[in-house]
Each structure stands twice: as structure tokens, then as C-alpha cells.
């Protein structure tokens, strides 16, 4: 069995002692899993569109962004299953470690920026989020980032503000360069 991640709570367990298997591991991705992750993308999308999406070229696409992000980001896979019949990826998340520069009197220090949260909807209300969020928020401590950053969309950030993230205030400002700049 794929070991869970630190001190990730995996619901579906009875407890000390019980012979009950859990009902999902959470684990830290690695090159292993550059295929699984691409499925979970391509069912992030198909989810939305409510149809498949012709795109023959999206795994070589996909693997070639996991080798060029991999330094800086780290990848976190939920699956179903057991070493004898397989393990299936059911969501996933990631979180991408952002340095700051050092100044005179300060080191700076790391922040994360969680992205890409993704979990089957067969699978949205069994825990799974919750798991995938805690694995990062360990992650951060462990690493001991200043704060997490996130821009959830409008259908999760209820989720996020439950897990305790809170309006980051007027001070976030984003540009969109290939749009028209308002000339006024």
C-alpha cells in the first residue's frame, strides 16, 4: 500500500487495531506519476465541459510542464485501491514554493502558493479535499512558509475559508498583458 503522507487523516478507517482498510491514501507524487496526474487534469476539464476534450497532443503537453515545474513545486496524489489490485488517482493538489528575495536586515523567507486542486466528484464528498488541503498545510509548516496563497475559484473558496484561509484585502492586484491597456 502506498504510504499515506505525515500525519494525513484518512477517513474510512475504524481506528487502532481495526482490519478495515482505508478508503483513500494521500501520498507526496513523484515521476511515477506524471500519467496519473495528466488523467486527473484531462477529467478536471471533461468535468466542466460535460464532454471529452480532443486533445491527442495533452500528455506530452502535460508531462513536459511536470518536468519544468518539479523543482519548485510539490505534488500531492489521492488514490483508491491496494497493492494487489492497483491504485487509482481520485484527486489531487500542489503547491508551488516561492522564495522571497533577501534584504538588508531580513532573509526573506518561503511562501506557498496552492494550485490545482482536483478531486473526482465521486470521490468530493468522502474527505478527500480536506486530506489533500491538510497534506499541504503540513507540507508548509515543515518547510515553514510564511503563508499559503490560493485563488479558489468561485465554487471551493467556501471550502478554503472553512479550512481557514481568509481574504488576503485589497493589496493583490492582477494584469491580464495581452489585454487592451483602458487608456484613461
Known amino acids: 500500500m502506498p504510504e499515506p503522507a505525515s500525519g494525513v487523516p484518512v477517513p474510512g478507517s475504524q481506528g487502532p487495531g481495526s482490519a478495515a482498510r482505508p478508503e483513500f491514501v494521500v501520498r507526496v507524487a513523484d515521476e511515477r506519476d506524471v500519467e496519473a496526474l495528466a488523467g486527473l ?3 478536471w476539464l471533461e468535468e466542466r465541459a460535460g464532454a471529452p476534450v480532443a486533445d491527442p497532443g495533452f500528455e506530452a503537453a502535460f508531462a513536459q510542464w511536470w518536468r519544468t515545474e518539479q523543482p519548485r513545486r510539490t505534488f500531492w496524489l489521492a488514490e ?7 491504485w487509482t ?3 489531487s493538489i500542489n503547491v508551488v514554493e516561492i522564495v522571497a528575495m533577501p534584504r538588508p536586515g531580513s532573509r526573506g523567507g518561503r511562501v506557498g502558493h496552492v494550485g490545482n486542486a482536483f478531486v473526482l466528484a465521486n470521490f468530493a464528498d468522502r474527505g478527500v479535499p480536506r486530506a489533500l488541503l491538510q497534506a499541504v498545510v503540513e507540507h508548509a509548516g515543515e518547510r515553514r512558509y510564511r503563508r499559503l496563497m490560493l485563488a479558489p475559484t468561485a465554487g471551493s473558496a467556501a471550502f478554503y475559508r472553512r479550512a481557514g484561509f481568509t481574504p488576503a484585502g ?5 494584469l491580464d498583458p495581452h489585454a487592451a491597456p483602458d487608456p484613461g
Open 89 to 91: 488517482a481520485i484527486g
Open 41 to 43: 487534469r484531462r477529467a
Open 80 to 86: 483508491v485501491g491496494s497493492d494487489r489490485a492497483g
Open 170 to 174: 485589497d493589496t493583490l492586484l492582477v
